[in-house]
């Protein structure tokens, strides 16, 4: 299928102040849009200024949530060329999550032509500096309107994206997290393992409650004994221990995040013991009191790499390494957006450039 444009007027295309961005809230002037339904499947991709879209009261998305979700980000390197990391995975992921939702498949190669291309037409809104990126959110969502629970027979694949900097005011300093036994996010059969948008929606209570508190984010235990730890609201987990980088392995209720397995590669690459396993909360808090956990960090596109400083646990708080970030998060950072950004050589084979 060829990518019909419609293009904003040139004057129109001025990119914001990219000194004070705020994740998530300025968006560029286009969007893409692609439409599917029975009779002709997916078609009439195009690209047109950005809007408001109109949907039937019953669409099914707004009454069943039949929606699912990527995110990856476009990058300018120290050599004045666009990157993106591991978009293929993005894909991939979406067209696992789309399985998983009863969302008809989409062609792999074909959205990640839509999405080079549609960079291409925003590069204007790529910040020049590391640390900032264009945002990029590929979604799907359900818009047949019919009462009744239900697939739904006719959907919207849309593209949107934004000038972004840190994703959490902390930056990269530690932040604060809350563990919850009051909720839980997944539980196996489930949808925990899939970029679905109801998952997030049943996080929120929880992530009120932490933030009232005043901690950053949530960190969910399992759904059935509430004693292992899975991840965090936005992000994948790793903890340091003496002799090895731990993450909690991938059961079905854990999404598998794109820069949780770009960390176990790496760091595997860089000489660590990196293990997926069980990690329980009392494992974690008894590391913590006798100092065999040296430290802890999240990981996912928005933030990269998030070290935690203090987490909260039955009504007290434990620091892990003094508050501060720690020497494995901030090697595992710098070369990560080193890659994203051109400064270091990538050996996995990770990044595309674009060329117009």
């Given amino acids: 299928m060829e990518i019909e444009l419609n293009l904003v007027e040139k004057e129109k295309r001025t990119p914001p102040d990219f000194s004070t961005l705020v994740f998530g809230k300025i968006f560029t002037p286009h969007m893409f849009v692609m439409k599917y339904n029975c009779d002709k499947g997916w078609h009439s991709p195009k690209i047109v200024p950005f809007s408001n879209i109109e949907l039937h009261p019953a669409a099914i998305v707004l009454h069943y949530a039949q929606t699912i979700f990527e995110g990856l980000k476009a990058y300018y390197g120290v050599d004045g060329k666009i990157r993106l990391f591991r978009p293929w995975d993005n894909v991939a992921r979406l067209n696992r999550s789309a399985e998983r939702m009863c969302i008809p498949q989409v062609d792999p190669d074909f959205v990640l032509k839509a999405i080079k291309t549609f960079v291409l037409v925003e590069k204007d809104w790529i910040p020049r500096k ?46 604060k997290i809350y563990v919850t036994e009051d909720y839980v996010r997944a539980f196996p059969g489930g949808t925990g393992d899939v970029k679905a948008g109801g998952n997030y929606a049943a996080s929120l209570k929880a992530l009120e ?45 854990i999404l598998p995040g794109i820069t949780r397995d770009s960390v176990i590669k790496l ?54 390494n003094e508050g501060k970030t720690g020497e494995i998060a901030k090697k595992l950072f710098d070369y990560l957006t080193g890659i994203q950004y051109g400064e270091i050589e990538d050996p996995f084979g990770w990044t595309i450039i674009l060329k117009d």
């Fill in 209 to 253: 409650k932490a933030k009232q508190l005043g901690y950053t984010q949530i960190l969910w235990l399992d759904g059935i004994y509430r004693r292992y730890v899975e991840e965090v609201g936005t992000m994948n987990i790793f903890f340091y221990f003496e002799d090895e980088l731990a993450t909690p392995e991938l059961t079905g209720t």
């Fill in 267 to 320: 760091g595997g690459w860089l000489g660590m013991n990196v293990v997926e396993r069980r990690i329980s909360i009392d494992e974690v808090i008894d590391g913590i009191k006798s100092g065999r956990l040296k430290e802890c960090f999240g990981s996912g596109t928005a933030a990269v790499i998030s070290p935690v400083g203090k987490i909260y646990y039955r009504g007290k708080e434990y620091v892990i």
């Fill in 130 to 175: 590391k640390g900032a990126a264009l945002y990029i959110r590929p979604f799907i969502f359900g818009t047949e309107g019919s009462l009744g629970v239900k697939p739904s027979h006719e959907y919207y694949f849309m593209i949107i994206a934004c000038p972004v900097g840190a994703y959490y005011e902390e930056g990269f300093n530690p932040i």
